[in-house]
């Protein structure tokens, strides 16, 4: 059974920072590609960061170039997002997801393992 599990999201205050993680288990994490996802209340679930089985391709969103960092640990099994000059306007549900490795990680089709999702809130 494939999980995806996220952690480390909470209050934190413009400008802050947070790191998420997310913890694969029940599959083999080193062969799929990878991305981080948000959904905003009222809004369609974007893809801000993918990174490539082997980490040689990642994409940026451009709401998050230049600020959020994506990395993974394949021999920990656990994706990270690493968000400095967090923002209001990044207030949302931040969901992990994998996807096999033949998908580019410019798009965002054949993304079939999720999260549960984990909340991050940035207040002014």
């Known amino acids: 059974q494939v999980q995806l599990v996220e952690s480390g999201g909470g209050l934190v205050q413009a400008g802050d920072s947070l790191r998420l993680s997310c913890a694969a288990s029940?599959?083999?994490?080193?062969?799929?590609?990878m991305g981080w996802f948000r959904q905003a209340p009222g809004k369609e679930r974007e893809l801000l960061a993918a990174?490539?089985?082997?980490?040689?391709?990642?994409f940026y969103a451009d709401s998050v170039k230049g600020r959020f960092t994506i990395s993974r640990d394949n021999a920990q099994n656990t994706l990270y997002l690493q968000m400095n000059s967090l923002k209001p306007e990044d207030t949302a549900v931040y969901y992990c997801a994998a996807k096999p490795r033949f998908f580019s990680v410019n798009t965002i089709s054949g993304y079939n393992y999720w999260g549960q999702g984990t909340q991050v809130t940035v207040s002014s």
């Open positions: 029940g599959v083999t994490f080193s062969i799929y590609n």
């Open positions: 990174i490539s089985a082997t980490r040689d391709s990642v």
